[in-house]
């Protein structure tokens, strides 16, 4: 089982990043994903998740109308996208991409079951 991500680096407050998962070694299409960051020294915290069909989507507050969750259901491989727009100082953190098959809540670390490495996102005011 494998997420990876990527996407991340340094970029101005203003500016734009897009984030990348592939999630490969399960039937991926068929759990919903969704995209967590941690900042230093703080808890890792929701940001927005998708369910398995791409139909419903779920944003923090702190980044809705600014970061958009989307997914390609490809067939050996699951692409999870989170396009970053309009990024602030405070939207500085590692980025995770995870999975889980489990119903219901999808805002909590505690629902995902498979979590990649991690991408690090760093917006300089």
């Known amino acids: 089982v494998q997420l990876v991500e990527s996407g991340g680096g340094l970029v101005q407050a203003g500016g734009a990043l897009r984030l990348s998962c592939a999630a490969s070694?399960?039937?991926?299409?068929?759990?919903?994903m969704g995209w967590f960051r941690q900042a230093p020294e703080k808890e890792r915290e929701f940001v927005a998740a998708i369910t398995w069909s791409g139909g419903t989507t779920y944003y923090a507050d702190s980044v809705k109308g600014r970061f958009t969750i989307s997914r390609d259901n490809a067939q050996n491989t699951v692409y999870l996208q989170l396009q970053m727009n309009s990024l602030k100082p405070e939207d500085t953190a590692v980025y995770y991409c995870?999975?889980?098959?489990?119903?219901?809540?999808?805002?909590?670390?505690?629902?995902?079951?498979?979590w990649g490495q991690g991408t690090e996102v760093t917006v300089s005011s």
């Open positions: 070694g399960r039937s991926f299409s068929t759990y919903h």
């Open positions: 995870a999975a889980t098959r489990k119903p219901g809540v999808l805002i909590t670390t505690a629902s995902y079951d498979y």
